[in-house]
């Protein structure tokens, strides 16, 4: 990309980093990389000013690296696209894995077998499919009328009915809603974890304190300390290969 950069032009053009930064050890590797800034993701959404409940960021304190893991996108259910998200104390990633492989089987929701249809009502969606896909066709509808195109084709009132699990989960998670703490569904990647291990023992451990501006200067200034000793090893490997 750098290289690409400074073949196309006089205009300079600044190049960042962004995924997965959520340690000074991944900051200063992006940096020596050559990225000029970095965009941070996960980390934030365990701090005050994140616009989510203190259900949220009381679970992404607790999160390890290996605490995530991908489900169905709610927005791109029926491409299969997939994106991180917690599975620490929560069923959502395997629900929503059932009901996407669902939809890949099924062509309308009278085409599901009553006992699967009864196990996806009482278990995961916790209302009749056919509510659902309501209820999404008219949240759909209240955003963007020509959203809800497609509506009444069978196949997609199925995709609508099962993505609201995802939905609704994600809406349940940023009010904080605990007697629907098991289908939260919080996006989240494996940065968090390393945050979380970085500052185990230290004042930001608590998300109370993690203020963003605090958590990126620390961030930084750690990054900072971190290049300045691996350029002061590399000098020194480089007079040895001199002498």
Request: hydrophobic fraction near 45%; charged fraction near 25%; proline fraction near 5%.
């Amino acid at each position: 990309m750098l290289r690409l950069r400074e073949a196309y032009g006089a205009a300079h053009v600044h190049v960042g980093a962004a995924g997965g930064i959520g340690s000074p050890e991944a900051a200063a590797a992006a940096f020596l990389l050559g990225a000029e800034f970095l965009v941070t993701g996960s980390i934030n959404q365990c701090t005050p000013e994140a616009a989510t409940s203190g259900a949220v960021k009381d679970l992404l304190q607790g999160l390890a690296p290996h605490d995530v893991d991908p489900a169905p996108a709610p927005d791109l259910f029926e491409w299969g696209v997939r994106a991180n998200v917690v599975k620490r104390g929560v069923f959502l990633p395997a629900g929503a894995a059932r009901l996407q492989e669902l939809w890949r089987a099924h062509e309308s929701p009278s085409a599901l077998d009553p006992a699967v249809r009864e196990e996806v009502e009482s278990r995961i969606l916790r209302c009749p499919v056919e509510e659902a896909a309501a209820g999404a066709a008219a949240r759909l509808r209240a955003l963007s009328p020509e959203s809800a195109v497609g509506e009444h084709d069978p196949k997609h009132r199925l995709a609508l009915a099962l993505r609201s699990y995802l939905e609704t989960g994600f809406e349940s998670a940023v009010r904080g809603e605990v007697e629907r703490r098991v289908d939260h569904l919080v996006f989240c990647g494996s940065a968090m974890g390393a945050c979380n291990s970085w500052l185990a023992g230290t004042d930001l451990a608590p998300w109370q304190r993690r203020h963003v501006a605090d958590l990126t200067e620390r961030l930084l200034a750690k990054a900072g300390e971190l290049l300045a000793r691996y350029t002061e090893r590399l000098d020194r490997s480089r007079r040895a290969v001199h002498l």
